[in-house]
């Protein structure tokens, strides 16, 4: 069965002190995985798609990276604005359908 | 470019009520869904459609759920009667293209629901 796990549910930073979101996946052939940030409130919002295992993409202070069973979300000196819940999700190559984590909570203080 | 719209923003209904939601995808969008996100939970896939056609509509609850998109444009929703289980947020969102490619979905504000 195709599984998506997110660890930790929450995690919280004193500002500039970097780290990592994991997202374990386990799925029949993987087309894309994909990182989201949402914020309370409001819809998903897209950061990074990944397709293959040595895969790395960056974004300001974030950078995924991908390998055949998990994918990292680094985060390096993470400010409050960074607060945000993170999501993982998968797209297998035999389903169209994205398989969703239930996100890493991260909280920045100041 | 303009995003994905939703309205309306928040509902408070009764249950056995009935609702309905509303989306506008971003122009050009083949490929439109609709998600339900229980809070603490990631979104959950209720139908997808490709132009106007339904591409996957397996984990709609038929009996009380309902979704069309005419025209392949914009799209409703409707639950009827509503449950206090439906009390969620539901979110749409777009995609160029839904077949052979990997392709990142661009999410609306989504529309939160309580069924009292």
């Known amino acids: 069965e195709d599984q998506v796990t997110q660890s930790p549910e929450a995690l919280r930073l004193q500002e500039g002190e970097s780290s990592s979101l994991n997202c374990s996946y386990t799925?029949?052939?993987?087309?894309?995985l994909f990182w989201y940030r949402q914020d309370p409130g409001k819809g998903p919002e897209f950061l990074f798609t990944?397709?293959?295992?040595?895969e790395e993409k960056e974004k300001e202070r974030l950078k995924a990276t991908l390998t055949k069973k998990e994918s990292f979300l680094h985060i390096t000196a993470p400010k409050p604005e960074d607060s945000a819940t993170y999501l993982c999700?998968?797209?297998?190559?035999?389903?169209?359908?994205?398989?969703w984590g239930a996100g890493t909570k991260l909280i920045i203080k100041p | 470019e303009a995003g994905v719209a939703q309205s309306p923003r928040y509902k408070i209904i009764e249950k056995r009520q009935s609702v309905a939601f509303w989306c506008n995808p971003i122009s050009g969008h083949a490929t439109l869904y609709w998600y339900q996100q229980i809070l603490g939970q990631g979104p959950k896939l209720l139908i997808q459609f490709q132009n106007n056609g339904v591409v996957d509509d397996s984990q709609l609850p038929k009996d009380r759920f309902s979704a069309e998109r005419l025209k392949g444009v914009d799209s409703t929703l409707k639950i009827q009667p509503a449950k206090l289980e439906d009390s969620a947020v539901y979110l749409c969102a777009s995609s160029p293209s839904g077949g052979q490619g990997a392709h990142e979905q661009y999410f609306g504000p989504g529309t939160r629901l309580t069924v009292t």
């Open positions: 799925v029949s052939g993987l087309r894309g």
């Open positions: 999700a998968v797209q297998a190559r035999s389903n169209y359908q994205l398989i």
């Open positions: 990944l397709y293959s295992a040595g």
